[in-house]
C-alpha cells in the first residue's frame, strides 16, 4: 500500500489546510452533554472542487494520518464522513491494527468475529440505553431519578419497574408517560448508532424509547427500506426494528412501570419468543443492556435447552454483550462479554464502546464482497504506487475491463458473472463512468 510519504506533494496542501484548521478552532470546541471528549466529523476534503475528485487515492493515504495525528496532539475526536463506497472500502483498506491498540487482543479477535458475521449477515442487534449515553440521555436510573426529582438510593435494574409504579401512582400514568416520552424524544445520532447500522443487520431490538437508531438507519436505508415496530411483528421482508418497551413518538405504547408490564404481558412474552428466535438463528448482539430482566434469564435459558439438541455447536456462545463496564451487565451462560473499562465511568466507556465498534465496522468491511470496491476504479490509483501484488492483480484485470463490446467472449452465459465480479471491484464495464 502507498505510505503517507509516497503520494503526490500537492495534496499536502489541503492536508495542511486541514489539520490547522481544526487545531485552530479545537480550543473554542466543547464536549457535548453525554461526551468526554469534542467530537470533529468532516468529509474527504478537496474531493469534491478541491481538485482531487479524480485523484482521491492520493488524497485520502495524506489524510488519514494527518487526521489521527491531530486528533492525539489535540485531544479531540475525529470522525470522516463517506458517502461513497468505494471511498469507503479504500479508507478501511488503509487502516491499520494500530488505531485499536489501547484494547486486549483478545477482544479485538471478538470485534473481528463480529464483523465477519455482519458481513456475512449473521448477526442481529439489541440495543439498550447505553448507546445513547452520548447523546446525554439518560440510563434507567438517571431517567427514573429525574422522574422521581430526586436520587434513587435503592435503585437496581430489578426493582425498576416497582420504583416506576410508585412514581406513576404518584403522579399518574399519563402524566408518567408523557414526561417519559418528552425526556427521550430525541433523533440526534452518535458516532455509535451509525456505526451499528452501517452494519447492516437487518434485525434489530432495542428497549430504547428514543429515536436516535432509527434516523441512523434513515441515513443509511432512507425512511422506506425498514419498518419501524412497537410491540408488533414484521410482516414484510424489509429489515426492521422492533422496539419492545414502546416509542416515545407514542407515549401510550411506552413499558416502564409493573402495570405496563402486565397489561402488556402477552405481548411482552411474544417479544421474547422473537428475541430467542434470535439467539437460535443469528449471533445475537447486545449492546449497552444490562441483562438483568429475569424474563431474558429464563429466554436465554430456553435457548440453552434447545441448543443441546443440536450435534454440534451447543457449547459455542450465542450471544455476545457489549457492556459499559463488568457491573453493567448480568452474566449469562451461552453469552460472552466485553467491557469497555474495568470500573464504571459512563462517558469514557461510552467513547471506548464507539472505538470498538469502529473496529467491528472495519472488519465487516473488510469481510463483505465489495471490500475492494475501489480496486479497479482509476480514481484510487494512487494508494497502488507501492503494492505489487495489487498492481499486479489489476494489470491481470485490465484486458477485461477493457473488452472489446464486440468480443464474443462477452456472449457466453458466464459474462454476466465476470461483469458483476469486476463491477464489485470498481470497474464500470457496461456502465456509464461518473466519479465516486
Same mark, same amino acid.
Given at each position: 500500500? @502507498?505510505?503517507?510519504? +509516497?503520494?503526490?506533494?500537492? %495534496? /499536502?496542501?489541503?492536508?495542511?489546510?486541514?489539520?490547522?484548521?481544526?487545531?485552530?478552532?479545537?480550543?473554542?470546541?466543547?464536549?457535548?452533554?453525554?461526551?468526554?471528549?469534542?467530537?470533529?466529523?468532516?468529509?474527504?476534503?478537496?474531493?469534491?472542487?478541491?481538485?482531487?475528485?479524480?485523484?482521491?487515492?492520493?488524497?485520502?493515504? @495524506?489524510?488519514?494520518? +494527518?487526521?489521527?495525528?491531530? %486528533? /492525539?496532539?489535540?485531544?479531540?475526536?475525529v470522525a470522516l464522513v463517506l458517502n461513497s463506497e468505494r471511498d469507503h472500502a479504500a479508507v478501511q483498506n488503509l487502516r491499520g491494527k494500530q488505531d485499536w491498540s489501547e484494547f486486549k487482543p483478545e477482544d479485538l479477535s471478538v470485534a473481528d468475529e463480529l464483523g465477519r458475521?455482519?458481513?456475512k449477515r449473521e448477526l442481529s442487534l439489541f440495543l439498550g440505553s447505553g448507546v445513547s449515553v452520548p447523546l446525554g440521555l439518560p440510563d434507567w436510573q438517571g431517567l427514573l431519578a429525574e422522574l422521581n426529582g430526586v436520587p434513587l438510593p435503592d435503585y437496581s435494574p430489578a426493582e425498576a419497574p416497582r420504583i416506576a409504579q410508585t412514581i406513576s401512582d404518584k403522579i399518574g400514568a399519563d402524566q408518567l408517560h408523557a414526561t417519559v416520552?418528552?425526556?427521550?424524544?430525541?433523533?440526534?445520532v452518535s458516532p455509535a448508532h451509525l456505526l451499528l447500522a452501517g452494519l447492516g443487520a437487518r434485525q434489530n431490538v432495542t428497549t430504547n424509547y428514543d429515536l436516535a437508531y432509527e434516523s441512523a438507519?434513515?441515513?443509511?436505508?432512507?425512511?422506506?427500506?425498514?419498518?419501524?415496530?412497537?410491540?408488533?411483528?414484521?410482516?414484510?421482508?424489509?429489515?426492521?426494528?422492533?422496539?419492545?418497551?414502546?416509542?416515545?413518538?407514542?407515549?401510550?405504547?411506552?413499558?416502564?412501570?409493573?402495570?405496563?408490564?402486565?397489561?402488556?404481558?402477552s405481548?411482552?412474552?411474544?417479544?421474547?419468543?422473537?428475541?430467542?428466535t434470535l439467539m437460535l438463528t443469528s449471533h445475537l448482539m447486545f449492546v449497552g443492556y444490562s441483562l438483568e430482566d429475569e424474563d431474558f434469564s429464563a429466554a436465554g435459558q430456553r435457548v440453552r435447552q434447545v441448543r443441546a439438541l443440536a450435534d454440534k455447536g451447543a457449547d459455542t456462545d450465542f450471544a455476545t454483550v457489549l457492556a459499559l463496564h463488568p457491573q453493567a451487565v448480568k452474566q449469562q451462560a451461552g453469552f460472552q462479554t466485553v467491557a469497555m473499562l474495568d470500573a464504571p465511568d459512563p462517558p469514557a466507556a461510552a467513547r471506548r464502546l464507539e472505538i470498538f465498534l469502529d473496529r467491528i465496522s472495519w472488519a465487516a468491511a473488510r469481510a463483505q464482497q465489495r471490500s475492494h470496491a475501489h480496486l479497479l476504479d482509476p480514481h484510487y490509483d494512487d494508494l497502488f504506487i507501492n503494492d505489487a501484488s495489487a498492481t499486479s492483480l489489476r494489470d491481470l484485470l485490465a484486458p477485461l475491463v477493457n473488452l472489446d463490446p464486440e468480443n464474443p467472449a462477452r456472449k457466453s452465459s458466464a459474462w454476466e458473472r465476470v461483469e458483476s465480479l469486476l463491477n464489485d471491484l470498481g470497474a464500470r464495464v457496461g456502465q456509464t463512468a461518473h466519479d465516486p
Open positions: 500500500m @502507498a505510505t503517507a510519504g +509516497a503520494h503526490a506533494p500537492d %495534496a /499536502q496542501w489541503i492536508v495542511d489546510g486541514v489539520t490547522e484548521a481544526i487545531a485552530d478552532f479545537v480550543g473554542k470546541l466543547d464536549a457535548v452533554q453525554g461526551r468526554i471528549k469534542p467530537l470533529v466529523a468532516l468529509p474527504i476534503v478537496g474531493a469534491g472542487e478541491g481538485g482531487f475528485r479524480r485523484r482521491r487515492g492520493a488524497l485520502i493515504s @495524506a489524510l488519514l494520518p +494527518a487526521l489521527q495525528k491531530v %486528533a /492525539q496532539d489535540t485531544d479531540i475526536d458475521r455482519a458481513a416520552a418528552e425526556l427521550t424524544a430525541i433523533s440526534d438507519l434513515e441515513g443509511r436505508l432512507k425512511v422506506e427500506g425498514f419498518r419501524t415496530l412497537s410491540r408488533e411483528l414484521a410482516t414484510e421482508s424489509q429489515p426492521w426494528l422492533l422496539k419492545m418497551h414502546g416509542d416515545a413518538r407514542r407515549p401510550h405504547s411506552i413499558v416502564l412501570t409493573t402495570d405496563d408490564y402486565a397489561r402488556l404481558e405481548d411482552y412474552r411474544s417479544v421474547l419468543s422473537v428475541v430467542e
